[in-house]
């Protein structure tokens, strides 16, 4: 059993910290936002992933797992202390560094010697001496302490599986020791673990990061293509998928990727890239492609419907993926806007996040059910994939709806079925276009 501290509980920090508890560590969570502590304390989790509050409920009650704000509680006796507080996207599109700097400082003046920091935060290759620097000016020349940078690959809606089965770990120091100290305590994971320099770990996670997004503008370029020249980009993906060097995963045509990590983690490498003298081409391309694919999902409701003025236009899915609550740079956001100022009226349902959706989106209708999404609409827009959209019932909401458009950002339906129940259906690179229902739409495709 070792005492750990975890500072910051946002997704990762509070994913970790139950975790690790449930390994059975002592952990203490430090969280200065006093609303989101009373609410941890109470054994609830302030944000919604599928098996997390009850995990961090019985961690609790095992006296395993508490959160302070107080990090004269935390940091003196922890042996591991992990940083996995925000970097939000700057002004600039760079990667803030504000939270993760008042973390170290507060960390510097309570530490003791022989502790290891865990930079676990998404932060810019160079952090982890800024933080050593940070942490040595407050703790003073006495305390001896190592940082090390353990990048998190956790990915919100599967969070615990992704944190108790690692593809691997990646640790990086500029002592090797410390490396193998955090390394031991994944141990019981059974995960490969490669140690690296600070830099070059800090470097992997930019690095994975924008390859999985390039591999999702990629597919989505491709599925422009297949949409002209009448392939389908499903069966494209999965005959791509089975040669072993390409492999099988995010490869799923769409409106394009959102969440918290993806787009401000492009943004950011592109920056660092930029400031140290490269020209990221191939980032720009990424992210170029990326915005335009809500683009071209707004412009397939134009084509269909014409002129969207007074149009009703149900929602389906509202956070950037499915299970989970997110709408941090969702696609929807900018879709739904885009319906708005063209003069559409929106209605929209998602299982979890209307809640923070309207917050976002004040002028949208949020309906209780998929179906009532449906009533009176003029077009339906699948954008995010839950499990419950698979299976409704279409001749119920065919009759429901003043015309039957049913447009998928996520080609979860299949052309031929949809059609052959009456709808006018357009999924996204799976060969021709429907034809306009409108006299005034023309310009099938793009
Ligand atoms: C991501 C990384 O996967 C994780 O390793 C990292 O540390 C945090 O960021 P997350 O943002 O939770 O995780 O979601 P992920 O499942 O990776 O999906 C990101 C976005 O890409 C979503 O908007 C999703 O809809 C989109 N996506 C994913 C596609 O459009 N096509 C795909 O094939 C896969």
Redesign the pocket.
Known sequence: MKNICVVGTGYVGLTTGVCFADLGHSVTCIEIDLHKLELLRSGKSPIFEPGLEELQERNMRAGRLRFTDDYAVGIPDAEFIFITVGTPMGEDGSADLTYVKAAARSIGQYLRSGSIIIDKS?VPVGTGDMVENIIAEYAGPDVKFDVVSN?????????LS?FFKPDRIVLGAKNREAAQRVAALHETLGAPIIITDLRTAEMI?YA??AF??T??SF??EIAQICERLGADVREVARGMGADKRIGP??????????????PK?VLALYHMAASAGCHPQLLQAVMDINSDARKRFVKKVETVLGDLEGRVIGVLGLS??PN?D?MR???SVDIINSLLKKGARVKAYDPVAMARAEELLPTVTFTATAYDVAKDADALLLV??WNEFKQLDWQRIKRYMRQPVVIDG?NLYDPREMRNLGFIYWGVGRGEAPVPIMEEAQNIGD
Do not use: W
């Open positions: 998404t990048p998190e690959f956790l990915r919100e809606g599967s969070a992704d996670k994975s990061n999985l997004a591999r999702i597919i989505n995963h995010f490869l799923e045509a769409g409106v394009g990727y959102g969440g918290s990590c993806f983690d950037f993926k989970t997110d740079e969702a696609p995010t994939e996520r």
